[in-house]
Structure formats: structure tokens, C-alpha cells
């Protein structure tokens, strides 16, 4: 039984893009669970956090990401604040490949203060963007692999995040 490969990191940071392509090339089924959530909802992320709340998001993005925990050999690409969720952390971290796609701070406050439809993070100002990246860093950290994304293309990342996975 081989492993899930779990994609995890700040919004922006290339989890559901990566986790396309990563199925793509490795014939893998990839669970986005922010997708899934939106389907089982029908409201957007921001839609939800707007409506019922963060702790309501929470609930259910622990839920859900469990249940797809117990399956195997599958690409599975984290919300931003997944990894956060101690439950959700400890059984990835005893049981599947982490992988965080780690970006400098400059790229990821740039692409999230573009963004309307990260609930999180499009109404921060940019020092509080930072000091969230830096917070969640320090949690991201304890994946088993990182990656560190900037100067590399979208292929260099998947094929280093492969290189992990088929070792």
C-alpha cells in the first residue's frame, strides 16, 4: 500500500495547480479538499466563511479531509490552514508524504492580495499577511519535505515532489 502525497502550504503556494499536474503525470487520483468542499457546501470558500463562519469551514475541512486521509495512493492537496488542524497534522505526519511548497514571502503577498477568493487572506494588509505566513511557516515546517518553490518552474516543482514520492 503506497502512501498518499500530501500537498500542503499558504494559500496561493500551488497545491491544486501541482496536484493536477502531479495526476496528470502519474496517473494518481487527486483530492482536492477545498474543491470537495465547495461541491458537498455549493457555496465558494470565501461564500462560506462569509455565511457560516470559519469554525463552521473548519469542521467540515477536518471532516472531510480525514475521511480522504484513510484512502491511499493518491495526490491529496490541503487548504491553506489544514496542516494547522492537529488531527489532521499527526496522521498525515505518521502515515502519508508531506510535502509544503514553501514561497518567499514577497510571491505569496503578491499573489494573495490580487486574490478575492481567499477568504483568509484577501482582507489582511500586507504586515498581517506576513506575520500569517511566518505563524503557519513555523507549523508548515514540520512536513517531512519542503520545497522551495521560487526561481523554479511549475514542472522543476513537480518533478522534485515526484523524486520524493518515488523514492
Known amino acids: 500500500m503506497k502512501k498518499n502525497l500530501v500537498l500542503l502550504g499558504m494559500p496561493g503556494s500551488g497545491k491544486s495547480s501541482l496536484g493536477k499536474l502531479l495526476a496528470k503525470i502519474t496517473g494518481l487520483k487527486l483530492y482536492d479538499i477545498d474543491k470537495l468542499i465547495i461541491e458537498e457546501i455549493g457555496l ?9 463562519g470559519e469554525e463552521f469551514f473548519r469542521k467540515i475541512e477536518e471532516k472531510k479531509t480525514l475521511e480522504i486521509l484513510k484512502k491511499s495512493n493518491n495526490i491529496i492537496a490541503l487548504g491553506g490552514g489544514a496542516f494547522l488542524n492537529e488531527k489532521i497534522r499527526s496522521k498525515i505526519l505518521k502515515n502519508d508524504y508531506s510535502v509544503w511548497l514553501k514561497w518567499d514571502k514577497e510571491t505569496l503577498t503578491s499573489r494573495l492580495t490580487k486574490s478575492k477568493k481567499r477568504p483568509i487572506t484577501y482582507s489582511l494588509k500586507k504586515n498581517d499577511l506576513i506575520k500569517l505566513i511566518e505563524k503557519r511557516a513555523k507549523i508548515y515546517s ?12 511549475k514542472q522543476e516543482i513537480a518533478k522534485k515532489i515526484l523524486e520524493i514520492y518515488e523514492k
Open 44 to 52: 465558494e470558500i470565501a461564500e462560506i466563511f462569509q455565511t457560516k
Open 142 to 153: 514540520l512536513a517531512k519535505f519542503k520545497i522551495n518553490c521560487d526561481k523554479l518552474s
